[in-house]
């Protein structure tokens, strides 16, 4: 396990003033490009959902949407998209926040999460908790039972579960 971290570690690119200075960007591709990367790192998020039940996975755009789709197909269950205002088609329920680098919205169509469903929320990257927050928030408005919210990856400096509130959060790779 310990070696299977290091490889996913060493995977992931560190890009310096991307998007803006200042911002160390954890790109995440060379862990996408890499079969056995791409593999191991769904199977790690995989695991933690097995013991649960759970009615739909929620991924949070755009890399949230590479894991949690691969994820709700291996568990046989749905597939919810929440992205940034203006993508979706339908009518949606909009939450405002703010993240690292800069402002925005996100939002999720109104009859994607049904009341009482089984929530776990997927995303590459935790860093302030706003992004991660802002879905958390549109679960709860839709009636959802967020039961976990999951990163491949934690900027722990941030401390973004702490606005997860009482939501349990799991990361795989720490820094
Ligand atoms: P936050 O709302 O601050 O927790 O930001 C989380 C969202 O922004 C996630 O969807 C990440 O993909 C993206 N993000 C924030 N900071 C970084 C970073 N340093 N490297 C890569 N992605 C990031």
Redesign the pocket.
Known sequence: MADLIDKLRAGVRDVPDFPKKG????DITPILSDHALLRASIDLFLERCREKKIDKIVG?DA??FLFGSAVAYELGVGFVPIRKRGKLPYKTEVTK?S??YGEAEMEMHVDAVKPSERIVLV??????????AAAATLIAKAGGKLLEAQFLIE?EF?H?REKLGQTPVISFLKY
């Open positions: 911002i160390v960007f954890k949070i890399r949230g926040y993240l690292e995303d590459d990257l935790l860093a302030t908790g706003g992004t991660s900027l941030l973004g």
